[in-house]
C-alpha cells in the first residue's frame, strides 16, 4: 500500500436505500446511493470523486462511442454474519484491468488506487449490501475514452467510474447451452483475454439467436475449427471428465477468469486431479455419451457457479446428470460461499476487508 488516494466525498442528501425492494433483484438494474469518477488528463489520474449515483455529461465525439475505446471489470463484495465487508480478490482485478487497458491503448491504474477507489466507495455503501444466501454487492468498475474527437487514434483523456449494484443469484436454473460452431468471440491475436466492450457487443447477435431456439448461454468455441471449446458467455467453462477438472488454458482468446482461478485452486487444495489444456468439444460429448462427464458448469463472479444441465451439438441435446447430485461442483459453491460470507478458514487471503 502506498499514500492513502485523495477522494472528493459528496454524499446524497437522501439514500434510495429504503424504498429498494432486495426480494426482487433484477442484476444489474438496482443501482447503490453513489458512485466514484474519476479523470486522466495530462497523462495522471485525477480528480478522484464519490458522488451520488445519476448521469453524467459527455460530447458525443469520445471515441469509447466511436471505436470502442472501453472495457469494464466484474468484482463482489460481501457482509459476514458479523458485519463486516470483504471484496473478493479485487487484488486479481486489478491486474486484469490493467492487461485490458494496455491492449486497447488506454492508462492503467495503479494497483493501489484501484484496490483503494473500490474500499471507499462500498465503504459508503455498506448498508446496500445484501445479506440473503446467494446475495452480494456487485461492483462494476469500468473506463472509457473522453477526446472530443472523430479520428482513430487512441485517445489522450479518459474516465475511470465505479458504480454498485445489489444482486442476488444470476441463474437460477441448470443452464441449456448450445456448442457454437458459426460464430466467434474472438481469434488469436484478438483481444478476447480482455474484458473490452467490444467483445459483448460482438457476442450479442449470436447469443440472442440461442436464446431465440431455447438456450441459456452459448459455449464459444476456437475461431479456426470450431473444434476446441473456448467459454461461456460470462463464465469459463469447466469440467469434470474421468474424475479429472479440465478447462481450456487461458491465453490469448480467454477471459482469465478470477473465479476460474479459484475453482482450480480449491480443486489443488483437494488433491483432485486440474488439467488445464485444450478441451475438444468430442470428448465432451462422448462423455456427455458415456457418463464420464460428471460436471459442467460455467464459472464467473456474476454467475459464480452456473451447472450446465444440457448441451447441444449440431443439433443433437445430451442431457447431463441432476445439478445437485454432483460432487465437484456442489462442494465448490458450499466451500466458496462459506469462505466469501466468512464462515470458513480464508486460508488463501481471498478476502478483502473493506
Ligand atoms: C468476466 C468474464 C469471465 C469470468 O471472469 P471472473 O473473473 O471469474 O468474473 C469469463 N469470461 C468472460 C468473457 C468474461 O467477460
Known amino acids: 500500500m502506498t499514500e492513502t488516494l485523495d477522494i472528493k466525498i459528496t454524499k446524497s442528501s437522501k439514500s434510495r436505500l429504503a424504498e429498494t425492494d432486495f426480494s426482487n433483484l433484477v442484476f444489474g438494474r438496482t443501482f447503490t446511493d453513489h458512485m466514484l469518477v474519476a479523470d486522466y488528463e495530462d497523462g495522471e489520474w485525477k480528480n478522484f470523486e464519490i458522488l451520488p449515483y445519476g448521469n453524467i455529461l459527455v460530447s458525443p465525439a469520445i471515441s469509447s462511442l466511436h471505436y470502442g475505446q472501453s472495457f469494464f471489470e466484474g468484482i463482489k463484495a460481501y457482509k459476514h454474519a458479523n458485519g463486516k465487508v470483504s471484496i473478493f480478490r479485487p487484488d486479481k482485478n486489478a491486474v486484469r484491468f490493467n492487461k485490458s487497458a494496455e491492449r486497447l491503448c488506454m492508462p492503467t491504474l495503479p494497483e493501489d488506487v484501484f484496490l483503494q477507489s473500490l474500499a471507499a466507495v462500498v465503504d459508503i455503501d455498506r448498508d446496500w449490501i445484501p445479506t440473503a444466501p446467494g446475495h452480494s454487492l456487485y461492483i462494476r468498475p469500468f473506463m472509457f475514452a473522453t477526446d472530443q474527437f472523430l479520428g482513430v487514434t487512441p485517445s489522450q483523456t479518459y474516465k475511470y467510474m465505479v458504480l454498485l449494484c445489489p444482486v442476488g443469484p444470476y441463474f437460477t436454473k441448470p443452464l441449456r447451452v448450445k456448442i457454437e460452431t458459426y460464430y466467434t468471440r474472438s481469434a488469436e491475436g484478438g483481444m478476447g483475454y480482455a474484458k473490452s466492450s467490444g467483445n459483448y457487443g460482438g457476442s450479442m447477435l449470436p447469443a440472442r439467436k440461442a436464446t431465440e431456439e431455447g438456450f441459456d448461454q452459448l459455449i464459444w468455441t476456437d475461431a479456426k475449427e470450431h473444434k476446441y471449446v473456448e467459454e461461456m458467455g460470462a463464465a469459463n467453462a469447466m469440467f469434470v471428465l474421468d474424475g479429472k477438472l479440465i478447462t481450456p488454458i487461458a491465453q490469448d482468446t480467454i477471459l482469465d477468469g478470477v473465479t476460474r482461478d479459484t475453482v482450480i ?90
Do not use: C, M
Request: glycine content about 10%.
Open 265 to 354: 485452486t480449491l480443486a489443488r487444495d483437494w488433491g483432485f486431479p486440474v488439467e488445464e489444456r485444450k478441451v475438444a468439444v468430442a470428448e465432451i460429448i462422448e462423455g456427455a455419451k458415456t457418463g464420464k462427464l460428471t460436471d459442467a458448469f460455467g464459472a464467473g463472479t456474476a454467475a459464480t457457479i452456473a451447472p450446465v444441465g444440457s448441451i447441444n451439438y449440431n443439433g443433437e441435446e445430451y442431457t447431463l446428470i441432476d445439478a445437485k447430485e454432483r460432487e465437484f461442483s456442489q462442494k465448490v459453491l458450499k466451500t466458496l460461499d462459506a469462505i466469501r460470507y466468512g464462515n470458513a478458514p480464508d486460508t488463501h487471503g481471498w478476502n478483502y476487508f473493506v
